[in-house]
């Protein structure tokens, strides 16, 4: 069926839609009924509200076609276009296809996911920008002189006349909740007025000057402009790879182009965004979970009008609108997050190279420590490979140590070695970083007379003591029950709390050191819009002694005062479940270790074991990531692993532990009945974590040498879940690139 595009005209065609939801099918309608403004039915790509059962649905035009198979009689119309020029632009619309197709998702949902949520129900607000205002003269007299009695107004008049260049009404929503009606009054006194947009800023900073390497990377990528090439930018961490990318988005801007810049991590964008801020002459478009929808939408069509020369974002970020895209830059590439991990799981990373290659421009992946996937493609020569080998300004790489915690008696998880680098550190001034991936008090609440352990009720899972609030909650589901004063199975009142998470350390710490400054980072600590900022400027101003925290800390932050790293437990990750925990630890080890040292003074980092004669820890004390991953990479290779093979995982879930089993047992017999070939189907198998919020979880693995064979099957094997009744038991989802196997 050929897709006709906006301005040729047919009469009265069928217009195929895509219907949020579960069915990969398309959906016909007629053309709304005619009316005098809508002479031309909507083009593909336009959003659309049509009936749909007993309700109405947005949906999206993807085709025009000539006939249905559907009686004509119960062919309807769709009741309205809901704009006048599509949302989403041919390429987003080839995009998002090419997307459904690979990862056998339906559609409609992947529409959906690349809207902004705003434009997923009828009528999105209006993103009109909020005014901005000024103090007039007499409002600089008044705001000197005091206006008496009414405290709002002179605190928005001594706020506004702060800023001589205006305030976004917004700000002044920190001042106080009610401001409406004071800055109403002060207009109407005259003493404020609105102020002129500010052009963006006409004079930027200019960076420091490229060294070699940074040049080279610079100039083989720049070159490529114009033409489709995929580039691993692999530079450890501080050599300077961001500025390799403004380099590069100036010389895309200069061109009257737009850089599409994705990160793992919205807690990286604040940083991010100031330095782009100060350094491109134009406005950047910010894209993650943590707007509103209206900002988000905001943003969102800046990035479409081509106002905005850089579109910065997490993952969903991949399909913003860029009308005149010119380069996009995935930095982190090797940070699981990019991947979507429920519903139309897709990996932005991947997206981001497909997306490069259909709009004919570079794109750069960019890490201290690659994916294996990345390596492997760059191995073989699909990616052209840059390096960074050395730290931007001549700070030294940070040196890596193993601690023996089995020898060296541990208190609250820091060993005495440990301890007694710290305070070395500290009395010479400089900060230390601690990293311990597991948040709250303790992660086990045992019975010391009879062993018993708080469980959670509905995970295969135990409930993490979050001591402070006096709680014991589930990191898996949620749940949350207050702390028991006796257990559960004897009464006995000697309960325990085993074990370590970051708000016992930070108290242990704050005995060890009182006169130092903890700073505690995790999930718990920033919850509040804003506060892992404030945190990060108490690091970075250097009030702060210690930084204490999860994987938040782990990734791209720049702390240039650390010179101390401790990881507090390495072992977790040495004897994970799934295949890839070395490659996982690894990054990490080495990432926690990168914020180490990246001012003047050497960094150091002590690695907490009880492994310490394992391989892979002694491997990367002794090697550089480029080795480990080598090893790494060969271990994949013999064991048949993704990269050495293509992987996708069918997963069902249910309330009853036999049904999703059941499903996924049919599954392997459809496949085995369609006869497909070249695909070895490992399981079915609970998941490793069986049972989750109540739900009993299974797994069907695929995998293939060649993702050839691969997709046929899960093209056999789709049609046959949106039917059988096996699978209507269950919620099933394909995964194609699972990066999380739990
Ligand atoms: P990465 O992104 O690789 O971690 P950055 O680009 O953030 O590295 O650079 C690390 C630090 O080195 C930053 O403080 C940056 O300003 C500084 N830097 C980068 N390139 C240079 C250079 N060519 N000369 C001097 N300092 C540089
Ligand atoms: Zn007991
Ligand atoms: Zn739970």
Redesign the pocket.
Known sequence: MAVLRAGRSVSAPILRVAVPGPLTRLFDYLPPVESADSPAPPVPGTRVLVPFGRSRRVAVVVQWGERSDVAPQRLRPIERALEASPALPHDLMALAEWAAGYYHHPLGEVLSAMLPAALRRPDPPDTEEPPRWRLTAAGRDTCAAGIAGAPVQQRLLTFIGAHPEGVDQSALKTLSDRYHAPLRTLQAKALVEPAPREPIAATTRS?????DA?SRAVTAIADTLGVFAPFLLH?V???????VYLSLIATVLAQGRQALVLVPEIGLTPQLLARFGERLATPVALLHSGLTDRERLAAWRRAASGEAGVVLGTRSAVFAPLPALGLIIVDEEHDPSLKQQEGFRYHARDLAVIRAQRAAVPVVLGS?TPSLETLSNARRGAYATVE?DE???GAKPPRLELVDVRRRRAREGLSIPLIESMQAELDSGGQVLLFLNRRGWAPTLICDDCGWTAECSRCDARMTVHRRKGRLRCHHCGADAPEPTACADCASEALVHLGQGTERVEEALAEQFPAVETIRIDRDSTRRRGALDAKLKRVRSGEAGILLGTQMLAK?H?F?GVTLVGVLDADRGLFGADFRSAEHLAQTVLQVAGRAG?GERPGRVLIQTRNPEHPLLQALIAQGYGQVAASLLEERAEAGFPPAAHMALIRAEAPHAEAPEQCLAAAREQLEAAGVVGVEVFGPAPAPLERIAGRYRAQLALQAPTRAPLHAALRQLRPWLEEAKPARRVRWSIDVDPVDLT
């Open positions: 960076g420091p000057a490229l060294h940074q530079g961490t501080g050599s300077g790879k961001t500025e201290a960074l730290r931007a300004g791209g720049d240039p990246r």
